[in-house]
């Protein structure tokens, strides 16, 4: 009867508790369904891959590949930069243009269909590796014959993923989209290697092609039935030449070290900040908030130098996660110190904000716990701190925005991965900067009711 009784009065107690409740069972429900969604949604529908695509040959079989990508189901094809005027077309992309779009972060991924890769669009040449009894280190890099012809595959190499998905469809799309090209090509081969072919054989094999002309021309005819994405994840060999060249993080082996130094810390400066700030509930319970607020100090005052403490201790907190990264992971950090500390201190000061809010949302040190811990790890999980954004599905990438995490994460990357200069943090930082304003002036309109208390 006793322990019936003892479990009761803990329901009864858990009940009353909505922030507990809702930490029981809401956090677990929520995180499922976040991670439901990215995953599940990787695995049902490949995301569209974007890709800038330069045709600088525009021949007749370049012009058939270009057609095929744009109608490749998982690949958004692009081929001049987004204007902000809607009336106004910017020009179409070049390969200058295009490699500086992939530095920039604007894109990962572009292709450059140089001049003269119309006339040798396919070659069935073995390269150099292949000759001598070895396997080529990457299949689709070409060999000697293929020199300066090949098609340019630019990416940042932060984005593992999305250059290769881009060169196994491009491999697969040629195949699909150029069957008269391969047979005239591959009759071209089999007729040096044989020395020729006779009357005869020349006659049939022109009859075959007239009749593939035909089979083309009928399939062109019908009407167009884009590729289903669920179809991209095959590959092919090596059919046309391509040379994959990283523009972004040359001899860098830290790729994600900054990547993770920031989402992590971020998080982490997160809870830090909330739990500072919760020593303003603590004042409240115990008395001391009222002997303040007795004195000359305002209450904006007073929130005011917690904010300052709060930024302090988390911009401190920032530097040894960054230092550590620097001491043990070679993370180069003394080579970026402006952006780091501009970056640094403006998310220390949005971080504090947010946690000076939520101590003046809850009444209580549990309050404060259960609803710090929900927020935190929800906002951690779609804004890049546990998962990269860009493996995200397009709606998860877009709630992403909403969160305090995305928009530092994507500041530190610019500084470390992309070496931007100070100027180019102009949105992370005034983001940033009106996140921690906003917050501040809702915390201080909320914390009003320990003025009349």
Not at 232 to 246: E, K, T
Not at 330 to 339: K, N, R, S, T
Not at 366 to 384: P, Y
Request: proline share 5%; net charge neutral; aromatic share 8%.
């Amino acid at each position: 009867m006793y322990i019936l009784a003892i479990a009761r009065t803990a329901l009864v107690s858990l009940r009353r508790d909505r922030a507990s409740l809702a930490l029981s069972f809401v956090l677990p429900i929520g995180f499922f369904s976040i991670f439901a969604t990215i995953f599940g949604g990787m695995h049902d529908n490949v995301n569209r891959i974007a890709v800038i695509l330069v045709d600088e040959d525009q021949s007749s079989a370049s012009r058939q590949l270009d057609q095929a990508l744009e109608r490749e189901g998982s690949l958004k094809v692009v081929t001049r930069p987004a204007s902000k005027d809607k009336q106004a077309q910017l020009p179409d992309y070049t390969a200058a243009t295009a490699e500086a779009a992939v530095k920039a972060g604007d894109i990962s991924v572009a292709l450059v269909i140089p001049k003269g890769w119309g006339a040798r669009p396919i070659s069935f040449e073995p390269d150099a590796a292949q000759q001598s009894g070895q396997a080529p280190a990457n299949p689709t890099q070409p060999g000697p014959d293929r020199a300066g012809t090949e098609i340019q595959l630019l990416y940042d190499a932060s984005d593992s993923i999305a250059p290769q998905m881009v060169g196994g469809l491009l491999q697969k799309v040629a195949m699909t989209s150029m069957p008269l090209t391969m047979a005239e090509q591959g009759m071209e081969h089999t007729a040096d290697y044989v020395g020729g072919f006779t009357p005869q054989q020349q006659a049939r094999m022109s009859q075959s092609l007239g009749q593939l002309r035909e089979q083309i021309a009928k399939r062109d005819a019908a009407p167009a039935s884009p590729t289903p994405a669920a179809a991209s994840g095959q590959s092919f060999g090596g059919l046309i030449a391509v040379q994959n060249r990283s523009v972004v993080g040359q001899g860098k082996n830290t790729n994600m070290i900054s990547y993770y130094a920031a989402a992590i810390g971020v998080m982490f400066l997160l809870f830090t900040a909330s739990g500072s700030a919760g020593a303003l509930l603590d004042e409240a319970e115990s008395g001391t908030l009222d002997r303040v607020l007795s004195s000359r100090i305002s209450m904006t005052g007073l929130l005011g130098g917690k904010l300052l403490f709060n930024t302090v201790l988390a911009f401190i907190q920032l530097v040894v996660m960054f230092l550590w990264g620097w001491a043990v992971y070679h993370l180069d950090l003394f080579a970026h110190i402006p952006g780091f500390l501009v970056m640094g201190i403006c998310t220390a000061v949005a971080v504090a904000s947010f946690g000076l809010l939520l101590a003046s949302l809850c009444h209580t040190r549990g309050q404060l716990g259960a609803v710090s811990t929900l927020a935190i790890l929800i906002m951690s999980s779609i804004g890049g701190s546990m998962f990269p954004r860009f493996l995200m599905p397009p709606a998860m990438q877009t709630a992403g925005m909403f969160t305090l995490n995305a928009w530092a994460i994507d500041g530190f990357q610019k500084v470390f991965w992309y070496d931007q200069p100070i100027t180019a943090l102009g949105p992370q930082v005034g983001v940033l900067l009106g996140i921690a304003v906003g917050l501040f002036l809702l915390a201080r309109r909320i914390a009003r009711r320990w003025d009349y208390a």
